[in-house]
């Protein structure tokens, strides 16, 4: 798999990224040893966790995807040649949302122990705390990068003016900020105005802010939780607008025309954006993994990416 570089640190990291939320909860211990298994087999290195990973299913509590992770470290005896992330931030058991300093310090200790490692290669902030000075918590990362706990730190949930603020609050006293930003992104266009609780989407605004300053782009539930290939599952209502049957079209001519699977033209079509995003990828199947990670061999023309990004050309399709 290739390999791109990690903001402008010079660490290259897969170019697409295994989504882990559900290993060890919704998706068990042996499903998810083979999606693991089959993924570095593909030449993928990098396994994106959180400490609340996945507290909010009925019988759990949070920790499980980090202590899974943690045995097939261990079990494949690998842990060099992976690259590990994981976060802090959103509640879970008894922990508030917070990106406190002592909360950031203590949950990096516990996801430490989860995991069975020493250093944390990406640690993000999962989620930005308006009550906490930034200040405070850009210090947190420092101390832990000091310490040799984290190698870098990343921010998830962020406005560009939030990530600004943090990066330089950061680099006014020295210290490194954020590399990356990890954001709710996909190929149809959301509706800017949507609920999406506590998500926040890969908007311009901050992809142009992190192409300005070099922090790479990760997106976060990139193939809408399957809709885009079980005809069962409908699209969510957040990326329903105008032009969302136009785009499922222009999606499906150049599937049919690769004979490759929707999903694989999406992420295929993020890892050729310019700059590349990094899709965090997952299923709860190897098959699933296997499907999308077709992307890996795609190769978009410019005809394919010119249909899939032309939103629209008949301006009659938006007054239906
Ligand atoms: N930073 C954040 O706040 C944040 C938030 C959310 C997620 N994440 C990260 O992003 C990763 C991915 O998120 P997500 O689970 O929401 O991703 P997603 O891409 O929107 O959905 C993945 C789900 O789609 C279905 N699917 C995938 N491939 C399929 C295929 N080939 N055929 C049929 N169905 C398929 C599976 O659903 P079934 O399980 O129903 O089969 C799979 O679990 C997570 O694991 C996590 O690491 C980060």
């Known amino acids: 798999m290739k390999k791109i570089e990690l903001g402008i640190t010079g660490e290259m990291i897969s170019c697409m990224g295994l989504g882990t939320m559900y290993f060890g909860s919704k998706v ?4 998810s040893f083979q999606i693991l298994d089959y993924y570095s ?5 990098f396994l994106d966790s959180a400490n609340k990973y996945a507290s909010w299913i009925p019988g759990f509590q949070g920790g499980e995807s980090e202590l899974l992770i943690g045995k097939w470290l261990k079990q494949k005896a690998n842990r060099n040649s992976m690259f590990i992330s994981s976060k802090v931030g959103f509640s879970y058991r008894e922990i508030p949302r917070s990106l406190k300093k002592e909360i950031i310090i203590s949950e990096c200790e516990k996801s430490l122990n989860r995991l069975g490692i020493e250093t944390i290669d990406l640690y993000f902030a999962h989620a930005f705390d308006t009550e906490t000075p930034i200040e405070e918590t850009m210090n947190a990362f420092y101390q832990l990068k000091k ?14 003016w939030q990530l600004s603020e943090a990066n330089n609050a950061a680099n006014l006293i020295g210290w490194d900020g954020f590399t990356c930003i990890q954001q709710r992104h996909t190929y149809l266009e959301p509706n800017l105005r949507a609920n999406f609780g ?16 070099k922090l790479s782009l990760m997106a976060y539930s990139p193939l809408l939780g399957g809709a885009y290939v079980n005809n069962d599952r409908s699209i969510p209502v957040q990326y329903q607008s105008a032009v969302t049957e136009f785009r499922m079209e222009k999606l499906k001519e150049v599937a049919d025309d690769l004979m490759v699977s929707r999903n694989a033209i999406v992420l295929a079509w993020m890892l050729q954006s310019s700059p590349p995003v990094i899709p965090l990828v997952t299923g709860s199947a190897v098959a699933q993994v296997e499907e999308n990670l077709q992307a890996l061999t795609i190769k978009l023309s410019d005809k394919h990416l010119e249909l899939l990004n032309q939103d629209i050309i008949q301006p009659n399709k938006y007054s239906k």
């Open 28 to 31: 068990d211990g042996q499903t």
């Open 41 to 45: 087999e593909q030449g993928g290195s």
């Open 147 to 160: 310490e040799g706990k984290i190698r870098y730190a990343g921010a998830s949930n962020f406005f560009a």
């Open 198 to 213: 506590t998500q926040l989407l890969l908007t311009p605004e901050i992809q142009d802010f992190c192409n300005r300053k």
